[in-house]
């Protein structure tokens, strides 16, 4: 008689374990943004900037012009890839159209901090230790990078590593942030 109910009490298990998983899933964060694109307020938040911890960036402090957010951390080859580049944006566009911000998820300052000066990085850059803004955003691989525009609002969320001053992702840029790049 086991037999027979077997496969329905199989199939009603999976199903029961599919919507658990469902609901889990969407209780992680109540303020992470999902992807790819959101108009949606950026939550608040204040982090550190990494080679001098008494200073801080918060998202108020952005209001009012458009910055491009990239999460990163130091022992991520694809994050070390990319950084080149985005490095080479922020020389030609930084404080200008926008900004480049870095947001290091290291866990020792001091390892995110050499990577920086080793590579040369002229944009601010800031520690995340606590994941917080990583949660926030959704992060759940590195790079990411958050296209915030002038209003606090993330129009675009990219993961992985690219040419960020390729004409391809500055077209990309300019059009989510509403600025002209060359």
Known sequence: MLMRWLPLILF????????????????????????PFIARPLPAFSLPMLHDPSRTVDSASLIGTPYLLNVWASWCAPCRAEMGSLDRLARRHNGKQFHIIGISTDDHADKAQAFVVGAGVSFDNYLDKNLVLENMLGANRIPLTVLVDKDGKVVRKVYGAREWDSRENKALIGQALGVKLD
Do not use: K
């Open 12 to 35: 009603a298990s999976l199903g029961l374990l599919l919507w658990a998983g469902i609901r889990l899933s969407q209780q992680r964060d109540p303020n992470a943004i999902p992807s």
